[in-house]
């Protein structure tokens, strides 16, 4: 009984995570989608490379903890002492160098770094971006094609 609480959970995750992807692709489409009516005060802090990256590892750490969450899953499924359970390489190519991806990924691109200089970006009269990157608010709403 308590290894099929321990499926059952391990199932549940996979489920519970696909969704959030799917939900966490959504929101990310609905922001590209409308990246011309977001707040035009924060255009320099979405601008950056840095926060792109930013962006970029928390997809793929999600990923990666996914495809982490369906080998325990496999590994689980023919129960204790299955074939895929002692597979040293495996283990560590699917379960360990997966976790440690996503850490430095989240590490590295830790996204409070962001906004760490946000008061550099920031600017609440007419103008948004970062020193030469400076963009008049108007030219924004005037030039539907500027990149946020």
């Known amino acids: ?13 996979v489920i519970t995570m ?3 992807m799917i939900m966490v692709g959504l929101y990310f489409y609905k922001v590209y989608a409308n990246r011309f009516n977001l707040d035009q005060r924060y255009a320099g802090i979405r601008n950056t ?9 928390i997809l793929v750490a999600i990923l990666l903890i996914f495809v982490r969450s369906i080998y325990r899953v496999a590994e689980m499924a023919d129960g204790w ?21 996503a850490i430095i990924l989240l590490t590295v691109f830790y996204p409070g770094f962001s906004f760490k200089r946000k008061k ?6 007419n103008y948004v971006g970062f020193g030469e990157q400076q963009v008049a608010l108007n030219d924004l709403n005037q030039n ?3 990149r946020l």
């Open 1 to 13: 009984m308590g290894f099929n609480i321990l499926l059952g959970g391990l199932i549940l995750q």
């Open 18 to 20: 696909f969704i959030f």
């Open 49 to 57: 490379s840095f926060f792109h990256a930013v962006m970029w590892s």
């Open 81 to 101: 002492g299955s074939e895929i359970m002692h597979n040293e390489t495996l283990f560590l190519i699917l379960d360990g160098a997966m976790c440690v991806i």
């Open 120 to 125: 550099d970006y920031i600017n609440y009269n």
């Open 144 to 146: 539907r094609r500027t």
